[in-house]
C-alpha cells in the first residue's frame, strides 16, 4: 500500500511539473513574504454591524466578508495568496486573540495563527490593480467581548512582469554584464513566482 501511494504521489508531482503549476506547501506558508503594503485587506461585515447606532456593542457570533486588492504593479500568484488573522484587539487595547474562536481556517501559521486561502477569479494571478474573491472569516465570541476588527496580515508571491525583467536584462547585456544568450535563459526563467 506504501509503494502504491508514493507512486501516486510521483504520478501526481509528475503532472504538476508538466503543467507548470505552482503549489505552495503547507511548511512554505510561513516563508512566504508579507505582501499587506501593496496588496490591502478590505474588511466588512456580512450580516450584523457591531457598530450599529455609533456604539460598539457585544456579539457572540460574527461573519467578516474580506477581499484583497493588489495595489501594485505585479501580478500575485494566485495559489500563494494567503490571509492571516494576526491579531484580535479588545476595545481597551488588549490581544484576545487566545479568547475567540476563528472558524474556517485552511491551516496554522507555525506560531499557531490562522490563515486562509485567497480565491482568484481565474485561479492563476491577481492582477494589478484588482480584487480577490471573498473569504469569509467567523468569529465566536463566547465572553462576548468588544472588540475591533482583526488585524490582518496578507502574504504570496510576486509574479515578475515580463517586461520589467526584459528591461533589466536588456540593460545588464548593453553594459555587457550579461550575454544574449545568458539574458534569453534569464527571461525563459522569469515565468517562475518571485519572492
Known sequence: MLKAKKGGLILALGILILWNVTVVAEEAVDALPNLTGGVVPVISYKEHDPFANNRLTSVSHIEY??????????PIVAESLILIVDKVIEITGADISARVDIGGADGLMADGRPYFHIPVSDNKDLAPFSESEPVIVELENPDYLRFYPPSLEVRGLRRESEKSVQGLLDTLVNKGLLT?????QALESSSTPQE
Open 180 to 184: 544574449t544568450d545568458e539574458a534569453t
Open 65 to 74: 466578508v474580506i477581499r484583497v486588492k493588489n495595489k501594485t504593479n505585479d
